[in-house]
């Protein structure tokens, strides 16, 4: 059993700090106190890393200044603030005897902005159950926050309750809280009930409104609220072009970049990220050079982000050489940037080069990870490496303990399809310790119209129209498979199954940048201004190759 510690003699200084913690400091008193001493004044004024922060609280504990409720939350601070460690803070946190509402807001609102945001909720119910300190006005937001990025606005309509009981609900930073938990969350019915177009809502209401309809894919009415802001910010112009490009609306995403220059208004490095998708998506190889040369210009940090999106849209458009003179000469922070070269050089034809990159980035002491070995596993699918293939497989579950993902598999699929190794790709997706999915039997379906294996292609058909019976690929892959194999019949049934169960097959369609400007060509379109002229010219090409 554990013994008491004998009672000892309190130093002075010690007995003048408890005194000052039993009293509520004004906040001159705070800032007094930080002044007068010179370990908490060094925290204020030059910490600027968790390797100084440790330094000092070192020598709080050392000195019995760590007892103090101020000289704790000023460690807390900062370990719970951006440059800090919230495992870090969590421990500080638990080492206060008795927290104050300001500790009990900071441990939160970290913890809410961190990797696990479900430990701010757990921290809130602590304090409701546990504590002699009540929340706050304050300490809401945090919550709200931690329930958004959880997606779990149903729970979070508990606490909504909570504040409406508390007379909070009308208080503007906890209202903007809760229309982004709603919209964030893709309730929009509670979000357009929380947010009153004929209210002075702030931009904050605003802009949450706009992201989160946007994210719902209903982008007009997204826009038609962006068009009545009466003042728009740098985030609200960022989330309407992120909003166009996550709707596959790439055209409106450039167009309406234009009209945020025209209003003088400087994009973020996440604007410059959606509208280098968005020329990706479109193979818009001339816009996506100026925006690459925008940032340069403008003097934007090349940080992992941008770097990645600079390569990747420059591999989409297919400028190999340009994405790896990026690649080369800028600065490459964790794996984004290797795993984006890595499958632009699968995707482009430069196979070898992707089997040569990822053996390099294997020699570094960055690890490859899952995305990683998609990319290797592509290459090898394109180079027909099966061997290879199976190494790499074999290499990311043993060495590197990833599980493989759908992806994974599906890759193998391919490789193993690709090469003729039908039975094997089946038995793979047969064996696989997850659920199979529509895309992976797709796969193999393609193989056997390849092979012409009428009998496997059948069973993998009917995998496909099993699990995406809403789709028309299965009947059309089948359809193909015995056309292949001159089984036109079976082959006519096919397509009106499909007719019958109204199920429509998407017409393909290509884009094409000339002179700076997109074209889009749907299969058998004629919607084109010069549809007349390209036609007439494809028939010319026709007669001129028979």
């Known amino acids: 059993m554990q013994q008491k510690p004998e009672t000892r003699k309190q130093e002075p200084e010690k007995v003048m700090l408890q005194c000052f913690c039993s009293l509520k400091p004004s906040p001159n008193s705070i800032a007094k106190f930080i002044s007068d001493q010179p370990y908490l004044s060094l925290l204020e004024n030059n910490c600027t890393t968790m390797k100084d922060l440790k330094k000092i609280h070192a020598q709080l504990i050392k000195t019995g200044l760590v007892n103090d409720i101020i000289a704790a939350s000023r460690v807390l601070a900062f370990s719970a603030s951006p440059a800090g460690d919230m495992n870090y803070a969590y421990l500080v946190f638990t080492q206060i005897e008795n927290p104050n509402l300001f500790a009990w807001n900071t ?52 606490l909504h309750g909570r504040v409406i009981k508390l007379g909070l609900d009308y208080d503007q930073f906890i209202r903007n809280i809760i229309i982004y938990m709603y919209a964030n969350c893709g309730l929009l019915s509670e979000a357009w009930r929380m947010f009153d177009e004929e209210l002075e809502l702030d931009i904050v209401a605003w802009n949450s409104m706009v992201i989160g309809l946007a994210k719902c894919g209903e982008i007009d009415e997204s826009r038609r609220l962006f068009n009545k802001m009466l003042s728009r910010n740098t985030v609200s112009w960022n989330s309407m072009i992120s909003g166009y490009v996550r709707n596959d609306k790439f055209l409106e995403a450039l167009e309406l970049f234009q009209e945020m220059q025209g209003e003088k208004i400087r994009p973020s490095e996440f604007t410059m990220v959606s509208l280098l998708n968005a020329c990706a998506c479109l193979g818009a190889i ?241 919607m084109h201004p010069q549809a007349k002229e390209i036609y007439s010219v494809l028939n010319e090409l026709k007669l001129m190759l028979q």
């Open 107 to 158: 441990i939160i609102r970290g913890f809410s902005q961190s990797s696990n945001p479900q430990i701010a909720i757990s921290l809130f119910i602590d304090m409701l159950v546990d504590s002699s300190v009540q929340p706050e006005r304050l300490t809401y937001p945090s919550v709200f926050k931690a329930y958004a990025q959880l997606g779990l606005a149903c729970d979070g309509r508990q």
């Open 286 to 526: 001339t816009q996506g050079k100026w925006i690459h040369d925008y940032i340069l210009k403008k003097n934007f940090e090349l940080n992992g982000i941008l770097v990645t999106a600079i390569i990747e849209m420059y591999c989409k458009c297919g400028n190999v050489e340009r994405a790896l003179e990026v690649f080369r000469t800028s600065h490459k922070e964790g794996l984004s940037c290797w795993n984006a070269m890595i499958f632009g050089l699968a995707t482009n034809g430069c196979e070898q080069e992707a089997i040569q990159l990822f053996s390099k980035l294997e020699s570094l002491s960055l690890k490859p990870d899952y995305v990683s070995f998609i990319g290797a596993l592509t290459a090898c699918n394109h180079a027909g490496m099966v061997d290879k293939a199976k190494d790499y497989f074999s290499l990311m579950t043993e060495r590197y303990k990833i599980k493989p993902t759908i992806k994974h598999y599906s890759c193998m699929v391919d490789v193993l399809g690709n090469a003729g190794l039908l039975e094997e790709a089946e038995q793979l997706i047969r064996s696989m310790p997850i659920n199979e999915d529509a895309i992976i039997w797709g796969s193999l379906l393609s193989a056997c119209r390849k092979h012409g294996n009428v009998e496997m292609a059948k069973r993998a058909a009917k995998h496909v129209i099993e699990l995406d019976p809403a789709q028309s690929s299965g009947y059309v892959l089948m359809s193909n498979v015995y056309a292949a194999t001159r089984q036109f019949e079976e082959a006519i049934k096919q397509r009106l199954l499909m007719k019958e169960k109204q199920l429509e097959k998407e017409p393909g369609c290509s884009l094409i940048e000339v002179n700076g400007e997109v074209h889009e060509f749907v299969s058998g379109g004629r």
